[in-house]
């Protein structure tokens, strides 16, 4: 006892002060910060700690997917005889519909060549499991077990069978992590399949719901409307569902509607996701003149006009 | 009862380098668990709760350098922005480190008071941070910080239970 209270006392002997200690951690976390928010020139450490410690993130992984393992095995054949007889109705069903799809497709193709349209390019997808969710009250995000090894960039869209679910914002060799459409502030760019009005939904940071912003009161939208993505952007293939509208407020009082949608993909229900891939590139957004790249453009014409 | 604690201290064997760094991964381990929902909000902070357990503990050994290494690792386990966790657990660990002495004082319940105001700072620098950058706060956040202080008094009975010699000194 008397030993260890000699050595705690010791303490403020050795080397720096506590507050010394404290303010020059709290400048460097500080400079970190700074220098994460601004630039992105940490992403390789990032990746580099990632690595580390992946093992113990498997590891904690490890307990659910054992139970949902058992579940798996333990599943009654009576149930599996029952599911089956479901998904062959289903695969009936879905082939008749397919069948049909087929002739609308290439009727489609007949009529854009006809048009001159350029071709709705295919797209490919690649699943992926989820290995964790969100850690961080403050997102919506989650973590699936493809990285950049399996080909996965950032920026690619993420749905499930119902729907569009997000969006890959940060990869690491060998996990991605995608940042939902219900992630507060996170927007997608859709269309109203009724009207074809052309909007953008806005996450709400809620789990279940999303929001229709910077509508005026009197626009043409109704409880039950679809909007799928439009593919305005680049970022997600177009016709895709993202939500049903579910409430609509108009109040004079205020400039725009309040209109609320909730997600139509299980954005909280799946374990595998599907990672959209091959979305055609446009055209490069033309320069405007607010922005920095616009400075050769105002210097062309003085150079023509001089002569 | 603080007279008891005292008695108790005196018992406790030197904790082992090996010890200190298998509680920490402990402690992470616990807090990778896949939490989700009502749970996740009231997950107890265990990597800070370990942190401030050694540096109210054994405070030249685990310091505001290891609890800023920690914030560093949790960070990238938590794509959270770089040093948010590891400026919350700098602030936690000089909190521990300020108050040993006197947290070391008092019983476990009075302890987890002391406690609470260190965890309730730590999470409102998180907070901070997380306001400044991206301009919004969850107040539900908050509520982490009241479970991990309950979850105080049974993690320093359990470390003081591992910590405690198997054989009686007095034996022999």
Known sequence: MALEDTRTLRFFNRGPSAVARLVFFSVLSLLLLFVDARYQYLESTRQVISIIIYPFQRLTALPGEMWDGANAFLTLQGHLVAENEQLHLQHDADSAQLKQMETVLSENAQLRALLELKQRAEYTVQAAQIVYLERDIFKRKLFVDAGEQNGVQAGRAVVDNNGVVGQVTRTYPYLSEVTLVTDKDNVVPVQVVRTGLRAAVFGSGNISELDLRYQPVDVDIQVGDELVTSGMDGTYPSALPVAKVIRVERDPAYPFARIACVPLAGVDRHRTLLIVSGVPELPPRPVSGEDAGAKPQLKRPSRRGAP | ?172
């Open chain 2, 1 to 172: 009862m603080r007279h008891d604690m005292s008695v108790d201290r005196e018992f406790l064997l030197p904790a082992s380098s090996g010890f200190i760094v298998a509680s920490f991964i402990v402690a992470v381990l616990l807090e990778w668990m896949p939490w989700h929902g009502m749970a996740l909000m009231l997950r107890p902070d265990f990597v800070g709760l370990m942190l401030l357990y050694w540096c109210t503990h054994k405070p030249h050994r685990v310091g505001i350098g290891i609890g800023w290494m920690l914030g560093i690792f949790v960070d990238v386990a938590d794509a959270s922005l770089f040093g948010q966790h590891a400026l919350a657990y700098t602030v936690l660990a000089f909190g521990g480190l300020v108050l040993n002495r006197r947290v070391q004082m008092f019983s476990l319940k009075e302890q987890s008071v002391h406690v609470f105001v260190l965890l309730l700072a730590s999470y409102g620098v998180y907070a901070l941070v997380h306001w400044q950058v991206l301009g919004y706060v969850e107040w539900n956040y908050f509520l982490g910080s009241l479970t991990s202080a309950l979850m105080w008094a049974p993690l320093t009975l359990l470390i003081q239970k591992l910590r405690r010699p198997r054989r009686n000194p007095n034996e022999l």
